[in-house]
């Protein structure tokens, strides 16, 4: 078992920024490749970033590219997603999760962790 607990979400205006954490306990952290992904009200939940167990790799959703910055510290078990220029469409519930890669690519499978989330909401 893995426990998830994201934090750092609140309320910001266009432009600003946020950083979220994803603290981990449980199985070996760095075991994991880690996801961010997020939801919107009426929408479904769609891939935002992932790091490789190592750092080494990195993927983003196009949409988040340039502004977005995903990183690890796996002596604390944490996972970070360092949001700038916020945008309203950024807007949602943030969570994280557990993979893996297989090459460059981010993976899920279904007996994946996730995190309880944490709401981001920018206004404009």
């Known amino acids: 078992q893995v426990q998830l607990v994201e934090s750092g979400g609140g309320l910001v205006q266009a432009g600003g920024s946020l950083r979220l954490s994803c603290a981990a306990s449980g199985r070996t952290f760095s075991n994991y490749a880690m996801g961010w992904f997020r939801q919107a009200p009426g929408k479904e939940r769609e891939f935002v970033a992932a790091i490789s167990w190592s750092g080494g790799s990195t993927n983003y959703a196009d949409s988040v590219k340039g502004r977005f910055t995903i990183s690890r510290d796996n002596a604390k078990n944490t996972v970070f997603l360092q949001m700038n220029s916020l945008k309203p469409g950024d807007t949602a519930v943030y969570y994280c999760?557990?993979?893996?890669?297989?090459?460059?690519?981010?993976?899920?499978?279904?007996?994946?962790?996730w995190g309880q989330g944490t709401q981001v909401t920018v206004s404009s």
């Open positions: 999760a557990t993979g893996f890669y297989i090459g460059s690519s981010y993976y899920r499978r279904s007996s994946d962790y």
